[in-house]
Structure formats: C-alpha cells, structure tokens
C-alpha cells in the first residue's frame, strides 16, 4: 500500500463551521490532490497540488482551501462548512503528474449537519 | 468535460464478459481506468497514453480509440473480485486536468 494516511476518518461538524483534513504521505511524491465522491457524480477535482507551496484549482473548489507547506502534507480546509460539502473525501498522490498512476488514501467521511 | 461511462450498472454471472465504456466530448489524450470496491479508495488499473493503444492484465483490458474519443474496459470470464465501481478518467488534448466519469457498477454473482 501507498504511504498515504488521511486523518480523521470520520467527522461530523455543524454549519458554518470551519473544518481541516489533513493528508500526509511517505512516499515523496511531488504532486497530490483532493477529490470528494458522492452519489451520481463520481470523484471530482477539489485542488490540486504540483509543489510544496504550487497548488492549483480543481473543477469544484469553491468553498474550499488547501495548504502545502511540506512536501508529505497537504491540508484541505472548509472555511465555512454547508450540508453541500457533506461527502467523502479522498486524498491522492502521483509521482510525476496528472498523467501518471495515482494512490489513493482511504478517506475521509465528513457529514455536515 | 466529465467523461460519459455506459452502462451505469451492470450484473454478470461468473464466466460471462462485460464491456464498460468510455465517451468524451472533447479529444483526448489519456484515458486511465480505475476500479472502486465498496467502502474503499480507487485503485489504479492501467492508462492508454496513444490512440489505438490496447492494454491488459489478467482477464482486463482495455482499448483506445483516439478518432472515437472513446475508451473501452474489456472484462473477460469475469470473477466474483471483479465486483466494484469502474471509473475511467480522461485528460484532454487542451487542457491539463483530469476529470473521472461517474463509474459503473459491475456485479458478479455466483
């Protein structure tokens, strides 16, 4: 398995709450992203990350922020949690870019009441 | 840009083979497919880099038809471990970013 360990697992949190998961990873790969999953949709792009401190917008990341100021982690933070962003959450990593094997963490599910 | 998988579900019995499918509307220069079993992360499968490429391991295997903007999962004699949700994932030709489908679910039944 890809050193890859998504904390917590499970969080449920009230409305406008602010909230952090954190992902950390062993096997120094430069780039890592965070994708939610819900029903109908599949998994889609929340941001990404090319760097320690490069990291880019994925295709639903309003709402949402990220931090990456070491290489093994890569944070994801809700500044003001909704119902909306009740998912599940996984964490990614790739050694060379979007175009290469990507590992995933377990995830984490994270209900918004 | 999302890419469009067909079916959205599908029931096998052990032995028989099943074909998931993988559209774009845009043309494409990788398709990589990924399985989900229930409760756990994706797991990679395989990537096609070059139109018409064709790749596989086991009794899976997958195509690339680069004109078609299409990609197709080749499952054969399916087994009951073949059971989970199947994802392909696309980069197109102007765009760096990745998009999944939203997955089909394969069952195997005894």
């Known amino acids: 398995d890809a050193g890859i360990t998504q904390s917590p697992r499970h969080k449920v949190t009230e409305t406008g709450t602010p909230v952090t998961l954190r992902c950390h990873q062993t096997?120094?790969?430069?780039?890592m992203y965070w994708y939610r999953q819900d029903p109908g949709h599949g998994l889609r792009l929340i941001h990404y990350s090319y760097g320690v401190k490069d990291t880019d917008k994925g295709e639903v990341s309003d709402g949402y922020s990220v931090s990456r100021s070491k290489t093994e982690d890569f944070l994801l933070t809700l500044e003001s949690a909704t119902s909306s962003q009740t998912s599940v959450y996984f964490c990614a990593i790739s050694l060379q870019g979007p175009n290469t094997e990507a590992f995933f963490g377990q995830g984490t599910r994270l209900t918004v009441v | 840009q999302q890419p469009v998988q067909s079916p959205q579900a599908v029931i096998l019995r052990e032995g028989e083979d099943a074909v998931i499918n993988c559209s774009s509307s845009?043309?494409?220069?990788?398709v990589h497919w990924y399985r989900q079993k229930h409760g756990e992360a994706p797991v990679f499968l395989m990537i096609l880099l070059k139109g018409g490429e064709q790749k596989g391991h086991d009794k899976i295997s997958a195509s690339f038809n680069e004109k078609k903007q299409q990609s197709s999962l080749y499952l054969t004699a399916s087994q009951l471990s073949y059971s989970g949700t199947y994802f392909c994932?696309?980069?197109?030709?102007?765009?760096?970013?990745?998009?999944f489908g939203t997955g089909t679910s394969l069952t195997v039944i005894p």
């Open positions: 096997e120094n790969h430069r780039y």
């Open positions: 994932g696309t980069i197109a030709n102007t765009g760096n970013q990745f998009y």
């Open positions: 845009k043309a494409l220069y990788s």
